[in-house]
């Protein structure tokens, strides 16, 4: 794996306070790798809901923005990165839907090394009409993606985080996920932070052979268990952390829901996975 080299980072913005939150996240970043701030912003056209079915091509004309609109937001975009001290020539106005396509294409075309982005945490019905813009990004993103995310109802818990003190790194101990702890090593080493190496072991059904009665799983959740340990060794030691602080936590369950449990539990600043 090359040396981890961040020089371009990318802030969607959609005007919300949890996106312009993000750019301290970013700046946080940035100091530390000296890199330089860019702030995005699609302007995404709601479409009928008849426009967005698969490929069932437009039945009307492809709705554009007026051109005193796209003014607008080009002004406002332009105020908040004076606010936030970037220059006019790193706010850019994307035009095009949807939103987290346009995004990925600007930072696959202007080289972006990193894109931190804020999510509102839709769920149930909001989110399967509004989807997450966040989550899309991720999935199609040619660069790493730092989802600045925040917890909490409390005026306190609602402060953004910049530090970053406590690297979470779920493991299935495949070559992949060994690589992917080795660039959290870097981010360890420039943010003299801990890891944490996860594993969750999912076991799943245990029937008996008849098919009927489920197996007593205590037996067989500590087999599963110490196996795990025994891989877990292995693989750290395969890791080679050196003077790195690091420890490690097996549990057992569903993979995300313990991950995202521990995570909050454990106050977590970054899931790198």
Known sequence: MKDLSIKKILVPIDFSKMSIDAIGVAKHIGRRFDAAIHLVHACEVSYPAGFMAPG??????????????VARLAH???????DQGIASESCHLLKGAPAFAEICQFARETGADLIVTSTHGHTGLKHFFLGSTAERIVQHSPCPVFVARQFGKSASDRKPRYG?????????FSGCSLEGLHYAMQWADKFAAKIIVL???ELGPVFTADGYAMYDLAKYREMARKEAERQMHEFVRLAKFGSRQFETAILVGQAVDEIRTFARKERVDLIIT
């Open 56 to 69: 069932m091509p437009p039945a009307m004309p492809v709705i554009t923005l007026p051109e005193e609109e």
């Open 76 to 82: 406002r975009l332009a105020a908040l990165g004076h």
């Open 164 to 172: 970053l003190n406590k690297l979470l790194v779920p493991v299935d």
């Open 199 to 201: 594993y969750v072991v």
